[in-house]
Each structure stands twice: as structure tokens, then as C-alpha cells.
């Protein structure tokens, strides 16, 4: 499985992107997926996850009320709507595919995509 992950750039405190997550794999609707971020000299730090049949939904704490997550499996996509965004969500942001149910831990995950840069100014 491939995944691409696009739709970073530089933003504005307050503002808002939308970072999608493309599969190469017409069987990307049999995995769950995550966002992960990293900045320097950190792990992968869980953002957001999403089950096969996008009826559940996963936050961190940080995320709750300004991200959200959803997928459109006939288009083996995965999103990640951010809202409100901080100068601390600038990062590396990562999608990944995983059949595992342990969402928040990215050594569950098998498939990665190569990461967006998002930098949010203050």
C-alpha cells in the first residue's frame, strides 16, 4: 500500500487546511488509517484516526473540536480538516494504513505516507 500525503503549507494562526491522504491500493477501505505528526527530535505523536467503515473516529486531546477526520473509500482517500490552527501545530504531518485496532500507537501502523509540512505563524 502507498500513500501520499498533500495539502500542507504556511497558515496564519486561526487558520485552517485541509491535508488529504491518497492509496494507491483499492483495498484501502480494509485499513484504518491515522494522522500522525512529528517535529524535531520527537516521535510520531498521534493526531487523528479513522475506522474502515468511517463510522468511529479518534482524537488526541489537542485535536478535539478542531480537526476532523473522514475518508471517502471510492476514492481511497482519507482527510484531515484542520480548524483554529497554533504556531505548536506546525509539524510534519503523516498518514497511515494500518489493520490493527490500536490506533494511537504508530508502531501499529505498517503503511506510511511521506509526509506534508504544516507551519502555522503567529
Known amino acids: 500500500v502507498q500513500l501520499q500525503a498533500s495539502g500542507g503549507g504556511s497558515v496564519q494562526a486561526g487558520g485552517s487546511l485541509r491535508l488529504s491522504c491518497a492509496a494507491s491500493?483499492?483495498?484501502?477501505?480494509?485499513?484504518?488509517v491515522g494522522w500522525f505528526r512529528r517535529t524535531p527530535g520527537k516521535e510520531h505523536e498521534f493526531v487523528a484516526a479513522?475506522?474502515?467503515?468511517?463510522?468511529?473516529?479518534h482524537y488526541a486531546e489537542f485535536a478535539e473540536g478542531r480537526f476532523t477526520i473522514s475518508r471517502d473509500n471510492a476514492k481511497n482517500a482519507v482527510y484531515l480538516q484542520m480548524n483554529s490552527l497554533k504556531p505548536e501545530d506546525t509539524a510534519v504531518y503523516y498518514c497511515?494504513?494500518?489493520?490493527?485496532?490500536?490506533?494511537?500507537?504508530?508502531?501499529?501502523?505498517?503503511?506510511w505516507g511521506q509526509g506534508t509540512q504544516v507551519t502555522v505563524s503567529s
Open positions: 491500493t483499492r483495498t484501502f477501505g480494509s485499513y484504518n
Open positions: 497511515a494504513a494500518t489493520e490493527s485496532r490500536v490506533y494511537y500507537s504508530g508502531y501499529e501502523y505498517d503503511y
Open positions: 479513522i475506522n474502515r467503515a468511517a463510522d468511529t473516529t
